[in-house]
């Protein structure tokens, strides 16, 4: 089954941007995935599914500062424009026919 | 509007068992696959299981099979996870999770807010 590997960590100063990286494992890299926010003591929130290609459709309600991209076997999530309440734990999903994945997520700090 | 709400966790002691709920508006759950995902205090996410729309087929993590069941009542509009033979290891948040596909599992795009479980004598 794919692994999903994520920094641990990454920060970056108020209105700035950043790119978050979720790389799948070799053999996987087709595969498409999904980005979830968790802020601080709250359930997760869905942000996007992300295709192999690139393209992405967004969930309802998730701004325009919120944009994917794909390299290979990367997928990446950009945040533009930082707000404070960005700030939070991000997570990649992925799946095959009998099972669900997480990579371990990236805690997000604002500066 | 998409709704999704967990009850059920608590306190219970090593060995025993607990159902949990996952009561959904907003959608008709046997169309959607549905998953139970936990996070265990100060870790990530960890899926746990999941049951597709149509056919209802399940799937579980190696940490939980032969302990835990998943299963839903279409008239209720409700998913259960049944726990059994619980351990410490176990102790987590909760989610109940729609995906977007019907007949594939993944990838979740409602979460609900969680129901907290601890298993400890």
């Known amino acids: 089954q794919p692994v999903l590997t994520q920094s641990s960590s990454a920060s970056a100063s108020l209105g700035s941007s950043v790119k978050l990286t979720c790389t799948l494992s070799s053999g996987h890299s087709n595969y498409i995935i999904a980005w979830h926010q968790q802020q601080p003591g709250k359930a997760p929130r869905y942000l996007m599914k992300?295709?192999?290609?690139?393209?992405?459709n967004k969930g309802s309600g998730v701004p325009d500062r919120f944009s994917g991209s794909s390299s290979g076997a990367d997928r990446y999530l950009t945040i533009s424009n930082l707000q404070f309440g960005d700030e939070a734990d991000y997570y990649c999903e992925t799946w095959t026919a009998n099972t669900q994945v997480f990579g371990g997520g990236t805690k997000l700090t604002v500066l | 509007e998409v709704q999704v709400l967990e009850s059920g966790g608590g306190l219970v002691q090593p060995g025993g068992s607990l159902r949990l709920s996952c009561a959904v508006s907003g959608f008709t759950i046997s169309s959607y696959a549905m998953t139970w995902v936990r996070q265990a205090p100060g870790k990530g996410l960890e899926w746990v299981s999941a049951i597709t729309g149509s056919g209802g087929s399940t799937y579980y993590a190696d940490s939980v099979k032969g302990r835990f069941t998943i299963s839903r009542d279409n008239s209720k509009n409700t998913l259960y996870l049944q726990m059994n033979s619980l351990r410490a290891e176990d102790t987590a948040v909760y989610y109940c999770a729609k995906d977007n596909s019907g007949s594939y599992l993944g990838p979740i795009d409602y979460w609900g807010q969680g129901t907290l479980v601890t298993v400890s004598s």
């Open positions: 992300l295709e192999d290609s690139g393209s992405y």
